[in-house]
């Protein structure tokens, strides 16, 4: 970071004060709280975690010092406040690909076509067409199985599984079906990112060098470790 990027004393400082207030205002709540699931708490907790992570960056930005502490969260960051039994829910899914050959993708498009009168593919129409197509004769889980087959490359991807209180009316949402889900409403999601195996690389790397260090020191030691799994429940 330039000379000119670096936060101010000034706003170290007041990220400090920040924090002071977030431990106060969370006390405070841990103090009155009524019952193991208080919203309040929630709400300062993550008041808190927020504060600490803001003075944290500040503090390593300006004076590349970090703090002796951290501040747990849940995995999506969001704590659960929906129905205890809900009478509903609703499954959320994104997944992402590339397309990395698009004449795999047409070509698989074309296939289908010549096999399927109903199915209307444009031979000028490009990917855009193509996916219509595949989608339109296949199940995703089964694109998502054969990505390689069709010229993509998986990203990542994510399911939700979000509680309600009552079943949605027929055709109520299909406008905006991803609009109005309430983060604080999902009761569990499974998270898959090449991010986690590089996270898995980063454990290993840190475990192998104390394994080593602890060798040329003459200890035997255990070289245990927790690697985040690709797929995370929250």
Do not use: C
């Not at 309040?40 to 300006?62: G, I, Q, S």
């Not at 004769?137 to 998502?144: F, N, S, T």
Request: no cysteine; charged share 30%; glycine share 6%.
């Amino acid at each position: 970071m330039s000379d000119a990027a670096l936060p101010t004393v000034a706003e170290v400082r007041a990220a400090a004060e920040a924090v002071k207030a977030a431990l106060d205002r969370h006390l405070a709540a841990v103090e009155r709280r009524i019952g193991d699931e208080d919203p309040d708490v929630y709400a300062a907790f993550n008041e808190l975690a927020a504060a600490a992570e803001e003075y944290d960056e500040l503090l390593y930005d300006r004076y590349d010092e970090v703090t002796p502490f951290e501040i747990p969260t849940p995995e999506d960051g969001v704590p659960y406040t929906g129905p205890a039994e809900p009478a509903a829910f609703s499954v959320l899914i994104r997944r992402d690909y590339a397309v990395v050959e698009p004449a795999r993708l047409i070509a698989q498009a074309e296939r289908v076509a010549a096999h399927d009168l109903d199915a209307d593919f444009a031979h000028d129409g490009g990917t855009a067409d193509a996916l219509g197509v595949l989608f339109g004769e296949y199940e995703p889980d089964e694109i998502a199985s054969r990505s390689k087959d069709f010229g993509l490359e998986e990203g990542d991807s994510t399911l939700w599984i979000a509680a309600s209180e009552e079943m949605a009316e027929p055709g109520e949402w299909l406008g905006s079906p991803f609009a109005h889900t309430d983060p604080q409403d999902v009761l569990h999601r499974f998270d898959v990112s090449s991010v986690f195996d590089e996270e898995s690389d980063e454990f290993d790397d840190i475990d192998d060098q104390a394994q080593d260090q602890g060798k040329s020191q003459g200890q035997d030691r255990d070289g245990g470790r927790t690697a985040r799994p690709g797929l995370t429940p929250a």
